[in-house]
């Protein structure tokens, strides 16, 4: 029997908070504590595209929290703990923010879509974009004024999450570059996390090749879900030489579903 598929997992035995299209949210050990649990599920253009990619899921589990937890080492407040198993790390409870912050440093995607500027272009710096999310409305982009209209956000929240957005990019950037990977534009979000009396916006979600437009620096290679969403083909290759190029998976290892040593 495969332990490593999701399917056995013991997960049915827990309160299962929410599901996403790649991620599932249980009730955690403790109050105020969940586990995400990344599935093999890639989804693209809101859903209409759908397939399993075998081992995804726990590439994206390493790759996640890799990223957490380097910025937690630096002092930048996220949601995650550590990680529990192949599949599943326990994070602080957050209550989301209903955006997607888009960091862009390089033409690419909807970005090149919309303004006409072509796919790999050096933008003149970050640009910071808002989604509201909401599958039913694909998630349209929205600006500041709207965010603070509607009551999504109050003014001082969008400085912190601007703010986090840049320490997040300047850290991925860096990170990255450092194993020859051009860090072209990522999407992450945000929560409210109180503690007493006290909210503090704080980094949730994950960080991974499916939220992140990752391109080799030398041969300007995709090494995300771009793989996925226009047919390139290759999605778990690729996601495995991100995490084997950040010294997650090691030289001899290159598939996550390999053996046991990733289990601890
Ligand atoms: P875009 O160019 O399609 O707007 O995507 C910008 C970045 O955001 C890219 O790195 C992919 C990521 N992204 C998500 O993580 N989820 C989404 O639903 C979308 C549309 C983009």
């Known amino acids: 029997m495969d332990f490593n598929r999701t399917r056995y997992t013991p997960m049915n035995r827990r309160r299962r908070i929410y599901e996403g299209k790649a991620k599932v949210l249980f009730e955690g050990p403790e109050p105020g504590t969940l586990i995400q649990h990344f599935k093999d599920d890639a989804t693209a253009f809101n859903a209409k595209k759908h397939e399993i990619v075998d081992g995804k899921g726990v590439l994206n589990n390493r790759i996640s929290e890799f990223i957490f937890q380097n910025l937690n080492d630096i002092g930048v407040p996220t949601h995650f703990i550590r990680r529990l198993n192949m599949r599943e790390q326990l994070i602080r409870e957050v209550e989301i923010i209903p ?26 710096r970050s640009i910071i974009e808002f989604y509201y999310k909401s599958d039913k409305l694909d998630d349209p982009m929205v600006s500041e004024e709207h965010i603070t209209a509607f009551g999504w956000a109050t003014p001082q929240e969008i ?51 499916d939220s992140c437009r990752l391109w080799d620096i030398k041969s300007n290679d995709k090494m995300d879900k771009d793989r996925f969403r226009r047919d390139l083909g290759g999605l778990i290759e690729a996601y495995s030489e991100v995490a084997r190029r950040l010294g997650i998976l090691s030289e001899n290892e290159s598939t996550p579903m390999g053996g046991p040593r990733l289990v601890q």
């Open 99 to 124: 955006l997607e912050v888009v960091v862009r440093n390089v033409a690419a995607g909807s970005l090149s879509k919309r303004l006409g500027i072509e796919e790999g272009t050096q933008l003149p």
């Open 159 to 209: 400085d912190d999450i601007m703010a986090l957005a840049i320490r997040v990019n300047d850290f991925l950037s860096g990170l990255f570059l450092g194993v020859g990977i051009r860090l072209v534009d990522f999407k992450m979000e945000t929560g409210r996390l109180w503690e007493g009396d006290m909210m503090r916006i704080v980094l949730a979600d994950e960080i991974s090749p």
